[in-house]
């Protein structure tokens, strides 16, 4: 070990593990790249105020877990705590939405950072593959990116999660409904902190955890009962296209989530292996983001699996991943000459497309016959000077056992 470790709340991903991480942000993004959804890439560190006006002044995401810094030259940045405000800026700055294709569908993967009491499943540093679907108001393509993370989901083998759903309400309904919970929140026995909450987003005050809160709340107004017409439809619809896909969900009343900019439909994926961080994936849709960062009305959906937790998950259901060999030809020379001539075999065999590795540093026989099969190779390729005096090397069929000269 070192005089240094990765810092609080991250760690690294080394082999073999890390393995199992790459095939889970390939399964999260191919039934994406099958779907009409372009990749799109931005930076790991944005202007502060894009998060503060997209995220929400008064979610934790903004209030205590952005890791911000100001720059020589005096830019206030923020490393992304998410991906979906830099995602629809990307597309505004871009014009993609001007290209006369709506929706934009993109994806994207990478690193995400929230200055968050490290533990089990929650890190200060994680990884997330998500998708959204950007300009267009349509029940279909809320259902159409619930259909693809569960089939995500599923293509990995995971079985124990539950898809939580619900509806936010629209900017015509949801103010009524704050204004009433605010009126029956103002009324309980709570403290400071959470009084503040309840005038800067009492839909936060439903998810407190505490026992005390929670008993106080059995009567509070439902959002239920104060979603304007058009949202009821359009939440219906929601849900009838994804039952009729075979999706299974549960209606979740409670369901609110840490970012304000959603409206209308919202989910979660959640899984009931991980303890008290059991959110692997959530999203839903967002119609006043793009107004609230400085552009055109965008109605827009989309949603962020978590990679780490998802990795998690497949650990606690004991679902091995099938991850096929990275090598499939594995080289053990014996002998200065064999080395040059193998080496030289591997180097065609890789321009030919075979993946193949070598034992390096001149080792013997039994120390690389072990790396050999370490490496999960289904041939070896053995030579040594009397094989190379006869043209021939050694292939070693790792399954059988069976070994045959052949010609080099
Ligand atoms: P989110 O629910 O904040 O949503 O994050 C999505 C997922 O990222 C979580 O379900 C979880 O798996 C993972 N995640 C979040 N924080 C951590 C952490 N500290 N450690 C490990 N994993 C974590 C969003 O980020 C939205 N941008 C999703 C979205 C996209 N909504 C619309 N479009």
Not at 367 to 375: D, L, P, V
Request: a negative charge.
């Amino acid at each position: 070990m070192s005089t240094f470790q990765a810092p609080k709340g991250t760690y690294d991903l080394t082999p073999p593990r890390s393995a199992t991480f790459l095939a889970v942000r390939e399964a999260i993004s191919a039934p994406l790249r099958d779907s009409g959804y372009g990749y799109i890439e931005t930076p790991g560190f944005e202007n502060v105020e894009l998060f503060a006006r997209g995220v929400g002044e008064s979610t934790d995401i903004v209030t205590k877990e952005m890791y911000t810094l100001t720059t020589k030259g005096s830019d206030q940045l923020a490393l992304r705590p998410e991906g979906t405000a830099s995602v629809l800026r990307a597309a505004l700055e871009a014009n993609l939405h001007k290209a006369g294709n709506l929706p934009v569908k993109l994806w994207y993967s990478g690193s995400y950072y929230r200055y968050e009491r490290p533990q089990a499943g929650r890190y200060r540093h994680f990884s997330q593959v998500g998708a959204e679907a950007i300009g267009t108001e349509d029940p279909v393509l809320d259902a159409e990116l619930i259909i693809l993370a569960d089939q995500a989901y599923r293509s990995l083998g995971l079985r124990q999660f539950r898809i939580l759903l619900n509806s936010l309400g629209d900017k015509e309904c949801r103010p009524v409904y704050r204004e009433a919970l605010q009126t029956f929140l103002r009324d309980l026995d709570l403290d400071e902190e959470t009084r503040r909450r309840i005038e800067i987003n009492p839909l936060r005050v439903l998810d407190d955890k505490r026992a005390d809160v929670q008993k106080q709340l059995t009567d509070a107004p439902k959002l239920r009962d104060y979603l304007c017409d058009a949202c009821k439809a359009y939440h219906e619809e929601v849900r009838a296209l994804i039952t009729a896909a075979g999706v299974v969900f549960e209606d979740d009343e409670k369901l609110v989530r840490g970012l304000d900019y959603y409206t209308r439909t919202t989910f979660e994926f959640v899984h009931d292996g991980l303890g008290s961080q059991s959110a692997v994936g959530g999203g839903g849709r967002y119609d006043g983001l793009s107004e609230m960062i400085g552009g055109p009305e965008l109605p827009s959906v989309g949603w962020a699996l978590g990679v780490d937790r998802t990795v998690l998950a497949l650990e606690a259901e004991g679902v091995e991943l099938d991850l096929p060999a990275t090598t499939s030809v594995y080289a053990v020379p014996l002998g200065e000459e064999a080395r040059r001539v193998l080496f030289g075999v591997v180097t065609e065999l890789r321009r030919a497309g075979i993946a193949a590795d070598f034992a390096f540093g001149g080792r013997g026989l039994k120390g690389a016959m072990k790396s050999a099969n370490r490496s999960g190779a289904r041939y070896t390729l053995v030579a040594g000077e009397r094989d190379l005096a006869e043209g021939v090397v050694q292939l070693k069929d790792m399954e059988s056992g069976e070994q045959t000269a052949v010609p080099l």
